[in-house]
């Protein structure tokens, strides 16, 4: 049964520090991996999908990257701000349950001025 | 504008109570789903559906039931035989191309049992 970890559970830094945010996965057989973004009782924001045969995908200063083999993704934010501070989630499709996604528990991110 | 409505945005239960949380998606998508979040939790998967008239139980399915009969709605009802319902109710949805879909989120719904 895949399952999907996220490391750190917790990251304080202060404003302008790059930092990477890690989400590893169990089963390599993946289709497609998705990072999102949560403000404190709100819904998910899609931040980026990076699919099987590709290895990394950009928005603005997010980078995130996917290495399949080694079950592995790593979501780069670059020069950060206090307003991306929130919750990051990393999400898989995998072959279970149609094409429905397996959550980490989330990483929560505090940028400090 | 194009997107995932739910309603309501707080839900309250008495015990013994069936409630029913709304799902309308403008973005002609086939596959829809429902996600329980907890505190401290990932989100898992109640139900989803990838076509009308047809869905599938997800891990958590006990306790819970919904129907698709409409392309664009997919409400989940919480019965009473949900013994722990206190939760984040997430709805989204894709367009079905085998896996490869990205899935949009709705503003969620949060359900307390008084």
């Known amino acids: 049964k895949q399952e999907v970890t996220q490391i750190p559970a917790a990251l304080s830094v202060p404003e302008g520090e790059n930092l990477v945010l890690n989400c590893s996965f169990t089963d390599s057989a993946i289709y497609n991996l998705q990072w999102f973004r949560q403000d404190p009782g709100k819904g998910l924001t899609s931040l980026l999908l990076i699919q099987s045969s590709q290895r990394e995908q950009t928005s603005g200063r997010l980078n995130a990257s996917l290495d399949k083999s080694s079950g592995r993704s790593t979501l780069y934010i670059a020069a950060s701000q206090p307003g991306d501070s929130a919750t990051y989630l990393c999400?898989?499709?995998?072959?279970?349950?149609?094409?429905?996604?397996?959550f980490g528990k989330g990483t929560t991110l505090s940028v400090s001025s | 504008d194009g997107g995932i409505t739910q309603s309501p945005k707080y839900l309250f239960r008495k015990e013994g109570q069936n409630v029913t949380l709304s799902c309308e998606q403008n973005?002609?998508?086939?596959?829809m789903y429902w996600y329980r979040q907890d505190p401290g939790q990932g989100l898992r998967l109640i139900y989803y559906s990838q076509i009308v008239n047809d869905f599938q139980k997800g891990d958590i399915a006990e306790g819970y039931s919904v129907s698709r009969e409409k392309k664009e709605s997919f409400p989940l009802t919480v019965t009473s035989a949900q013994k722990n319902p206190t939760a984040f109710y997430l709805c989204?949805?894709?367009?079905?191309?085998?896996?490869?879909?990205?899935?949009?989120f709705g503003p969620g719904t949060r359900l307390t049992v008084l």
């Open positions: 973005l002609n998508h086939d596959a």
């Open positions: 989204a949805s894709s367009i079905w191309a085998g896996g490869e879909d990205e899935q949009f």
């Open positions: 999400a898989v499709v995998g072959n279970q349950a149609g094409t429905a996604l397996i």
